[in-house]
């Protein structure tokens, strides 16, 4: 459980300049860039207005969340090589993302997930339940960065009373909604490009001066880091200090690199963004912005992760407020005093900032776009600003229920949150993916099978986990209904949601092959893709 105390030697005054000068800035650029936000297109996919490498910037921002940031860090602090596997599991996921899904979603689709899922199918069930699905993952999500926020924030402003916490993350919504009401997907995607900026260039910095003190040795400050922990501490060095002690520990790892791999390539907010640029070509360009970019902030993060471990040593780390969280900020302060630490500070809250953002406006281009255009309004909107009036609406009301969740959740341990988001992605997201894209049998059946089937069976398993009862650090801590063994369930819910999408698509006689060759061809050359995205 995370204590909300001070760190010790930060000056809350200066971080909370810090933050609001961020705040400030971030929103002037909303503001300049909400003139052009006219149609659905800008409001949803920024006009498709961004290049390649400005929409992996943003992308980068999307997806290096305050988790990357300061659990990475934290857990190669404290656990060493089994830390950094974090990072691995993360980066190689934009390979499946590069190679299986983002220059064919770019074809496919306008600009949400349920576009791709109904192109080939029944309208109304399958854009329903591709929204039901965007929206969970997105809650879950939201609900796990507005509770850190919270924690973060107090942590390092030095609030410990509830009603300071909850102040803290009603502020933080209601700047979320600001960016989203205002500026779209383009104000919102200029937040993402500067939190990206000063993330990188804050996580470059702290390394450079890290490996200095070490004489720009990595070895150097590895055997620093051994030496500090005292007894044990080569154990930093080798597999096994967090997932190798038996092997439903090692099961679990495996189920959750399933889930981080898979999942990235389903996440809603991370897809929509690739309908922010105007070719298919510039697509790809951006998702290779985007891993460069991701591989070396986790880069960063290992040098980071041992140089907090060599500095500050890891039993500090370990009992200090935000404990493994604090790892980052407690460095910053250890190599440049109140300053640094104030900077890293702000760079951690824009993070949260610019991922919430990102988040609610997908959430919100889903239900206006699937919900009320395609499947309330049948397709026949009275035109595309009353469209853009419902996304809006929604989301003020997305807003307010993470603004509720987040207060609510904020004295509990959240991480199972982001892991459940990851695993529904895979589980009812990517499977469902893949089917319509490649496989020419798929049908509405099929859709709606894997997608529902997949989303209950991995709440189900999340519940009945040990992430929620049965142990001291659950959700639940005093509840004991945990009889499915592992933390996070992609192992099996990912499986089944495959199983169920080709039993569901089995059963059903629905096959519509001319269609499918209509979309394999958009998907592979674009042919089409510009004209539909206009409409």
Known sequence: MILAQELQGSSPALNIGI???FVVITLVVVLRASRNTKTASDYYAAGRAFSGPQNGIAISGDYLSAASFLGIAGAIAIYGYDGFLYSIGFLVAWLVALLLVAELLRNTGKFTMGDVLAFRMRQRPVRAAAATSTLAVSFFYLLAQMAGAGILVSVLLGISSGVGQSIVIAVVGVVMIIYVLVGGMKGTTWVQIIKAALLISGAALMTVWVLAKYGLNLSALLQGAVDKAGKGGESLLSPGAQYGADAMTQLDFLSLAIALVLGTAGLPHVLM???TVPTAKEARR?????IGLIGLFYLFTLVLGYGAGAIVGSDVIANAPGEENAAAPLLAQALGGPVLLGFIAAVAFATILAVVAGLTITASASFAHDIYANVIKRGKVDSKQDEVRVARITACVIGAVAIVGGILAKNQNVAFLVALAFAVAASANLPTLLYSLFWKRFNTSGA???IYGGLTITI???VFSPAVSGDSEAMLPNADFDWFPLANPGLVSIPASFFLGWLGTMLSSEHDEQKYA??????????GAEKAAAH
């Open 286 to 290: 951006s998702v290779v912005w985007a």
């Open 273 to 275: 963004r690739f309908y």
């Open 518 to 527: 209509e979309m394999e061809v958009r998907s592979l050359t674009g042919a």
């Open 448 to 450: 709606l099978w894997s």
């Open 19 to 21: 933050f609001t000068t």
């Open 460 to 462: 189900v398993l999340i």
